[in-house]
């Protein structure tokens, strides 16, 4: 665990003294350590920042990839529905196609057969 005990600012390089007071004598304190670093706190948070930034950049990098390799919307125009006979579809209601078959003469009763 860390736990922060002080702050000091070290003049010039070299070798340094460093007292520690509250030991009891006898107490096994090998696995205790002293850590001496810089400081860190600004350089970290401009890492953070940039690690952000960097990470928003290749997710919209891969967005605008994905959106010229797979488009919303086709630019090739759908050809217009056309039945078989070559006349272009129309809707009707049911009626109306009723009375159209009714009067359409049926193939045995063609004169050009």
Do not use: F, H
Not at 66 to 74: C, E, K, R, T
Request: with cysteine; proline share 9%; charged share 15%.
């Amino acid at each position: 665990m860390r736990v922060p005990l002080g702050r000091m600012t070290a003049q010039r390089a070299g070798t340094y003294l460093m007292r520690v007071t509250g030991l009891q004598a006898g107490k096994d304190y090998s696995a205790c350590r002293i850590l001496l670093s810089r400081p860190y706190l600004g350089r970290m948070v401009l890492q953070i920042i940039g690690i952000v930034v960097c990470a928003v950049g290749m997710l919209l990098s891969l967005l605008l990839g994905l959106w010229q390799v797979l488009p919303l919307q086709s630019n090739v125009p759908t050809p217009a529905a056309t039945p078989a006979g070559g006349v272009p579809g129309r809707t009707i209601d049911l009626e109306t196609w009723k009375r159209l078959r009714q009067q359409q003469p049926s193939p045995s009763q063609r004169p050009d057969q």
